[in-house]
């Protein structure tokens, strides 16, 4: 964070955000006077600052996801989400209402939206106990549950279709070439030649066991970002699960299978804690209702899209965007230990 703006600050942009014209939509207790603003961290989908005064604290949110995701109406399904999840006692923190009554706020092309402020920390999976690991597991099932009995039943597609491993030979003859030519040259850059060439041999290697379309698990409704640095922790209880940009329909256990390589994986070597892992997975489970044959389908698909994924590769030599670079090391050599235990990974989950 910087240094909290002055209140004459606050009349211009903080962060990129257009603070006081946002903040006018809004019926606020203080006075422009009395609140200071600072920047917090920025995300892949949204930029925000925090706003503090007397009467409490705002987190305000500008949408910067294009792709479909910070449309007026997916923005305003998302709150409504976020609301309905809230009153059915689960860890929300839905946005303020405008003036307008509406939940988001559209200024000079970009939508915005008022949340309040909840204090707490981010804790990795590796930091909970055995109860706490199985408690997120309930969490994100329960989520999955509520999510379904708030919408319409969500018809099955027949095939889902998964990566090509042609088309994915050929991103990684281009992703070779791309940093082969970048200047200057990084040591991050020998590092995804490497890894790279040691993807195409691994692909070699497991491209007859590409899942079949019809093995997927039953799709619902995901939050479809769920990780650490998107819940907040108050001592045990988790407070908010937070950045809901992502809400959409997918495999349901695909999201759980994901989210236990995110919480549970060693941050330099991407190796899971499979005794953590396997708390979680029974918690999640009981609680959604999902079976083991579920599961299992979930991590042989996530397994599959992991080895043929560059994305962040592709941020960095396609689109010239680096900030996902500190992610790569550890999320190539976990992709490379769960080919060697893949057995002990799918038990983990399933038993």
């Known amino acids: 964070m910087t240094q909290a703006q002055t209140p004459a600050a606050l009349l211009d942009r903080v962060h990129g955000i257009p603070v006081a014209g ?52 997916a923005i305003a399904a ?66 999955h549950a509520t999510l379904a009995e708030l ?26 070439e791309r940093s082969q030519l970048r200047t200057p040259q990084e040591p991050f850059d020998a590092l995804a030649r490497e890894r790279l060439r040691e993807r195409r041999e691994l692909l070699a290697d497991y491209r007859h066991r590409r899942p079949q379309p019809d093995a997927a698990p039953p799709s619902g409704w995901v939050h479809g970002d769920f990780h650490h640095l998107n819940l907040l922790y108050r001592d045990a209880a988790p407070v908010a ?46 609680a959604s209702g999902s079976s083991p044959e579920h599961l299992a389908a979930a991590v042989h698909r996530v397994w599959w899209e992991r080895l043929n994924d560059f ?5 960095r030599y396609q689109r010239r965007d680096e900030r996902a670079d500190p992610l790569f090391p550890a999320a190539a050599a976990q992709l490379v230990w769960w080919c060697e235990e893949y057995e002990q990974v799918l038990d983990a989950c399933v038993n």
């Open 22 to 73: 946002v903040l006018e939509r809004y019926d606020l207790p203080d006075a422009y006077p009395e609140l200071t603003v600072e920047r917090v961290s920025q995300g892949l989908l949204n930029r925000g600052v925090r706003i503090s005064g007397p009467h409490g604290g705002y987190f305000l949110k500008q949408y910067l996801d294009d792709a479909g995701h910070a449309s007026g109406a």
């Open 78 to 143: 998302q709150h409504r989400a976020i609301a309905a999840l809230r009153d059915r006692g689960l860890p929300t923190a839905p946005p303020l209402t405008a003036r307008d009554g509406r939940s988001s706020v559209l200024l000079r092309g970009r939508r915005y939206a008022l949340f309040p402020w909840v204090e707490g920390s981010h804790r990795t999976g590796r930091s909970l106990d055995r109860e706490e690991c199985t408690a997120l597991g309930t969490l994100l099932g329960r989520i």
């Open 151 to 176: 919408h319409p039943p969500v018809p099955q597609p027949r095939s889902l279709p998964s990566a090509d491993p042609t088309q994915t030979e050929r991103t990684i003859a281009d992703l070779l």
């Open 241 to 286: 699960v937070l950045d809901w940009d992502r809400l959409g329909i997918k495999p349901c256990a695909e999201e759980a299978v994901r989210a236990s390589t995110l919480f549970f994986n060693h941050p330099e070597t991407g190796v899971l804690d499979l005794s953590r892992v396997r708390h979680y997975a029974r918690g999640y489970r009981e």
């Open 311 to 315: 994305w962040i590769l592709r941020w």
